[in-house]
């Protein structure tokens, strides 16, 4: 964070989940709390059930079909983004049914002024909520949580990092892996140089930095075919 840091526009998240402290919680902390009390971003998080209607404050309900499990039901949800919405919102709705999280879509979710995140739960949404309301349905990986909101609070730390003034040093978005798509970073190492035997490669103290950045370069291409063949094409 730039020390004094004014930020030029600030970005509104709110969080629509039954549980928001799991999504508040790690976004108190660090780069994100900070990024929050220089006006970077704004973050808030409601729970559903406060627009429930009936006394016992439902907000699920069986299949209609028949199947296993409960679904939200679809009137709460319809009044919390009715209240929350304004013109330029964009509804995003944390689902295992969405596409891919990737760093992509965080650099273009990171120019949107206001995201309302909606977060899942039970067997999920009931889907006239999807066809009337959402305008992006977003997983963050193959696999499948207890509810959208640790996937809405992974979701905003990806973004929230990407706005200008969030991190100190600005350099750091260029190097990370995915910011070439393709390529994951290079292993890297701080000192001691000979730590229990094992020993920095002596190239990164060389000060020799052409050699350097090829060797960067190589290290990169292997880990990439090592863990992640897939982004080299190969699957
Ligand atoms: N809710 C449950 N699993 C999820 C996932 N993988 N991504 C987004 N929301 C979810």
């Not at 995201?115 to 009931?126: M, Q, R, T």
């Not at 490669?201 to 992640?228: F, M, Y």
């Amino acid at each position: 964070m730039i020390r004094g840091y004014k930020a030029a526009r600030t970005m509104r998240i709110d969080i629509l989940t039954l549980f928001p402290e799991i999504a508040l919680a790690p976004l108190g902390e660090s780069i994100i709390k900070r990024a929050q009390a220089a006006g970077i971003v704004e973050i808030h998080a409601h729970n559903i059930r406060d627009w429930a209607t009936d006394k016992h404050r439902r907000t699920d309900d069986t299949l209609c079909g028949g199947g296993q499990g409960m679904l939200m039901l679809p009137g709460p949800i319809f009044d919390a983004i009715e209240a929350l919405r304004r013109p330029e919102s964009k509804v995003v709705l944390m689902t295992p049914q969405g596409r891919v999280f990737k760093q992509a879509v965080a650099r273009e979710l990171s120019q949107e002024t206001h995201l309302i995140l909606l977060c899942g739960h039970y067997e999920g949404v009931d889907h006239r909520v999807i066809e009337q309301l959402v305008d992006l349905e977003l997983s963050i990986g193959d696999y499948v949580l207890t509810n959208g909101a640790i996937a809405a609070a992974v979701v905003t730390d990806a973004i929230v990092r990407l706005l200008p003034g969030a991190l100190g040093d600005e350099r750091s978005h260029q190097d990370e892996s995915f910011s070439d798509p393709n390529l994951l970073e290079a292993p890297a190492y701080t000192r001691p140089t000979n730590f229990r035997g094992m020993k920095v490669p002596d190239v990164l103290i060389s000060g020799h930095h052409a050699k350097i950045e090829a060797w960067k370069k190589e290290q990169a291409l292997e880990r990439t075919r090592r863990n992640r063949p897939d982004l080299l094409g190969g699957g």
